[in-house]
């Protein structure tokens, strides 16, 4: 797996109220990040998976090594991290906070997606209805990640506004159209909750 490093720093989480596709729950506020960390480069593959757990779990396993997993719970990416921690001595790595995902998202922007305020094809997966791509088809955000917008949607590790009955995710993915893949949209999945546009991404400190 590769990381990039995301510098610490501030930035306004949520979108404004002219924001096309905005929800309610975008509510604009300062967040600060209080330290650097590692974000992957790319989502989770089914290789990647696969060296950790030994199986494949994705409704879309014919995709290829390359392409997101997909398919998986919330509780079974925590098996996989801790199983990773377990062999690998580069960690610890776990799940982005909903506030690292968005920071590192918008990479030092402020509109509705890392590209400006609008996303084409030709620059993100959505809206495709038959499937994720290989990571890494599309150009990196202007910190060197790559699918944050649709592919796949990414757990992170919060509860979706205190319920702890939801999970965030956040993204987007190729079955959706792009409002979903908006930096600043939320969505939510119970944790035992699996589809085939659902993956992820780690981080490490």
């Given at each position: 797996?590769?990381?990039?490093?995301?510098?610490?720093?501030?930035?306004?989480?949520?979108?404004?109220?002219?924001?096309?596709?905005?929800?309610?729950?975008?509510?604009?506020?300062?967040?600060?990040?209080?330290?650097?960390?590692?974000?992957?480069?790319?989502?989770?593959?089914?290789?990647?998976?696969?060296?950790?757990?030994g199986?494949?779990?994705?409704?879309?396993?014919?995709?290829?090594?390359?392409?997101?997993?997909?398919?998986?719970?919330?509780?079974?990416?925590?098996?996989?991290?801790?199983?990773?921690?377990?062999?690998?001595?580069?960690?610890?790595?776990?799940?982005?906070?909903?506030?690292?995902?968005?920071y590192?998202?918008?990479a030092?922007?402020?509109?509705?997606?890392?590209?400006?305020?609008?996303?084409?094809?030709k620059?993100?997966?959505f809206?495709?209805?038959?499937?994720?791509?290989?990571?890494?088809?599309?150009?990196?955000?202007?910190?060197?990640?790559?699918?944050?917008?649709?592919?796949?949607?990414?757990w992170?590790?919060?509860?979706?506004?205190?319920?702890?009955?939801?999970?965030?995710?956040?993204?987007?993915?190729?079955?959706?159209?792009?409002?979903?893949?908006?930096?600043?949209?939320?969505?939510?999945h119970?944790?035992?909750?699996?589809?085939?546009?659902?993956?992820?991404?780690?981080?490490?400190?």
């Amino acid at each position: 797996m590769q990381f990039v490093r995301i510098p610490k720093g501030s930035f306004v989480m949520g979108s404004p109220l002219s924001e096309s596709g905005r929800g309610d729950d975008e509510q604009q506020h300062a967040v600060t990040i209080s330290r650097d960390f590692w974000m992957g480069r790319t989502e989770v593959t089914q290789q990647q998976w696969r060296r950790v757990m030994g199986i494949n779990p994705s409704f879309h396993d014919r995709c290829g090594p390359r392409c997101p997993v997909e398919n998986v719970t919330w509780f079974d990416v925590q098996k996989f991290l801790r199983r990773l921690n377990r062999v690998s001595h580069n960690g610890p790595y776990r799940l982005p906070t909903e506030a690292e995902w968005e920071y590192a998202c918008r990479a030092g922007t402020a509109t509705a997606f890392s590209f400006g305020d609008s996303l084409t094809t030709k620059e993100a997966r959505f809206d495709a209805k038959d499937g994720p791509v290989p990571v890494g088809r599309f150009a990196s955000n202007a910190w060197g990640l790559f699918d944050m917008h649709g592919n796949v949607w990414e757990w992170t590790s919060d509860w979706y506004d205190g319920t702890e009955t939801k999970r965030v995710i956040r993204g987007g993915s190729w079955y959706f159209g792009a409002d979903s893949a908006r930096c600043a949209l939320r969505y939510n999945h119970s944790p035992g909750d699996r589809g085939f546009s659902l993956g992820f991404r780690i981080v490490k400190d």
